[in-house]
């Protein structure tokens, strides 16, 4: 069953949008529907999945999100900046989920490839 529509966004450029078929973090496999085709992937090309809202969801505000979530600024290799909150962030984890601040955007969260970040600023609160 397809659970999510997401854009996986490659380190390099470029991006595809489908159907969320399979997500496995720990062996790095993205598999997508795309049309009436599936597209499986290496998530080390990537630098993040994002997770699409649905077009009637409302975003989470950060004062929902700042109660046990630690705010995180992070930077991609090609300068991309994306502030959100992340929940159990771990240094040796490949990646990580956090929920982004942008209300205006169509993320709900993002999965963000470790190896393909050049900075990840972690704010105390």
Do not use: W
């Not at 993205?30 to 049309?35: A, D, E, F, P, V």
């Not at 499986?40 to 979530?69: H, N, Q, T, W």
């Amino acid at each position: 069953m397809l659970s999510a529509r997401v854009v996986a966004r490659f380190l390099m450029g470029g991006t595809l949008e489908g159907n969320l078929v399979l997500f496995d973090p720990t062996t790095g496999i993205l598999k997508l529907r795309i049309g009436s085709q599936k597209r499986e992937m290496d998530c080390a090309a990537l630098k993040a999945i994002f997770f699409l809202r649905r077009p009637a969801a409302v975003p989470l505000s950060e004062s929902y999100l700042k109660p046990g979530g630690k705010k995180v600024c992070v930077t991609f290799a090609d300068g991309e900046k994306i502030t959100g909150y992340s929940y159990g962030l771990r240094p040796l984890q490949k990646g990580f989920y956090f929920f982004p601040v942008h209300a205006d955007g169509r993320n709900e969260r993002i999965y963000v490839i470790r190896k393909n970040t050049l900075r990840i600023k972690t704010e105390e609160k």
